[in-house]
């Protein structure tokens, strides 16, 4: 059986690299149609489709800058499309921008009579006044349909319904979890239950995962849960696609790994989602999928990697040049740069040695006694415990990293001294607490 595999990049039957990103699917017979964005030249939503989750035929740019003027120059992210058995059309809603900046928040519609055909654009505007960013789509069992949006500069999450035919906003149903800044929606029913993945608002950088329930989609949703790892494997959710088989039916998380140094570089990632009781849910990485559509059961593999990014503040730590002694630096996430990986290697339970996986050198302290001119730098192996470091977790999924000798703890630039080579060192505690509050992201392949 052929593989999903998480991470790589993903062709077409034509051999071209699949562009779908923070995208939705539509079944239609045996087909699944996967619409997303494609940020490629002149495209903006592409379709594709396929019999096995694994092979993916190029249907149509089905929304292009030449579709309607307003869409010359625009953005369009996470589209999602349903079918209206009503006026059998098929509606696309999406998230509207001016192509310059992301001031419009507005969501856009787009229909068509057929589901890879060239869409119609109808309109774009806020929904009931409401700023709309991050969106999704939800059909429920009774036929009818929410979209689900960022409102209030994202700091608040909308479900509307929609009117019968798909196309305008009936009403604004909920407001959920005000001031949290969740965005990337994606909502699935599963028995008695209706679910939300969403994550938090980094932009292109992956965050913390979390889901609620709920027993109605209008009624009362739980608190947030966490999911996954606080990069939930380096994802971003966008969808949740149902496998329906003979023997049950396996829940997909659908996410992008976008790399934010480089878009057309951006990842897919389907995992199967985990049930430990009918609220419970658990997201493990896996590297493969094998995914049997006639039972519905999902097959998974994992390689496990020893390699880790560190971050604090959405920078990455790096090494650009390794000649010599060299100094870190601090970079954002770029998947194509391995100057951000680094490996653990543990002389006992909770002390090891930070070893850069391209030079093979390992993070040392220098000028340990003449703060603050003390310093982190990338210097052969020593046998000596300065290069020895111990992890504290500080809670949420962030650790403190300290050094075994000084006791001073590793602390990243700030956002305007990206390069920040004088104190990536202080006490614990000493600077800004975000700058020491770091993700060890264990690299997902
Ligand atoms: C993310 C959002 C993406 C895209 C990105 C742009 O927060 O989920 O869809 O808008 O920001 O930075």
């Not at 090891?352 to 001119?373: A, V, W």
Request: aromatic share 14%.
């Amino acid at each position: 059986m052929l593989k999903i595999r998480n991470g790589k990049i993903w062709r077409d039957t034509k051999g071209n690299v699949i562009h779908c990103h923070g995208g939705g699917f539509l079944k239609q017979g045996d087909f699944f149609y996967w619409f997303g964005e494609n940020r490629e030249q002149g495209r903006l939503v592409s379709c594709y489709r396929s019999l096995d989750l694994v092979s993916w035929e190029f249907c149509n740019d089905v929304v292009t800058s030449a579709t309607h003027p307003e869409l010359r120059s625009a953005n369009c992210e996470r589209p999602k499309v349903l079918y209206n058995e009503k006026t059998q059309t098929y509606v696309m809603w999406l998230h509207w921008e001016n192509g310059v900046d992301y001031s419009a928040a507005r969501c856009g519609v787009l229909i068509s009579d057929r589901i890879d055909g060239s869409y119609e654009y109808l309109y774009s505007f806020r929904p009931l006044g409401h700023m709309s960013r991050d969106c999704t789509l939800f059909k429920d069992d009774d036929g009818a349909a929410y979209f689900i949006s960022a409102a209030n500069h994202n700091a608040d999450l909308h479900i509307y319904r929609l009117s019968e035919d798909y196309r305008e906003i009936a009403a604004l149903e909920m407001v959920l979890w005000p001031g949290e800044s969740r965005e990337a929606p994606a909502v699935f029913k599963r028995g008695q239950y209706y679910f939300m993945v969403t994550s938090g608002c980094t932009g292109w950088h992956p965050n913390q995962v979390k889901y609620a329930y709920a027993e109605s989609i209008t009624g009362e949703w739980s608190p947030l849960i966490n999911i996954g790892t606080p990069t939930g494997y380096d994802t971003q959710p966008t969808y949740v696609l149902p496998i329906v088989g003979v023997q049950q039916t396996t829940y997909l998380y659908v996410a992008d790994r976008w790399d934010p140094s480089n878009y057309h570089n951006s990842r897919y990632v389907f995992l199967p989602f985990e049930f430990a009781s009918d609220t419970a849910l658990d997201l493990q990485w896996a590297s493969e999928l094998a995914v049997d559509l006639e039972l519905g059961v999902v097959e998974t593999t994992v390689n496990q990697s020893n390699l880790y990014r560190m971050r604090a503040n959405l920078q990455y730590l790096a090494v650009d040049n390794f000649e010599g002694v060299a100094p870190v630096s601090f970079s954002r996430l770029n998947y194509a740069n391995e100057n951000q990986l680094w490996d653990l290697e543990y002389s006992n339970s909770n002390s090891f040695r930070i070893r850069h996986y391209l030079s093979g050198k390992y993070l040392t302290p220098r000028n340990l006694s003449n703060e603050p001119h003390s310093e982190i730098v990338l210097d052969e192996h020593k046998s000596h415990i300065s290069q020895e470091w111990t992890v504290k977790p500080t809670g949420d999924g962030y650790v403190s990293i300290l050094n075994s000798y000084s006791k001073l703890a590793l602390t990243f630039g700030s956002d305007e001294e990206q390069k920040l080579l004088q104190m990536p060192f202080a006490k614990e505690g000493d600077a800004a607490c975000d700058r020491q509050k770091i993700i060890l992201a264990r690299v997902y392949e």
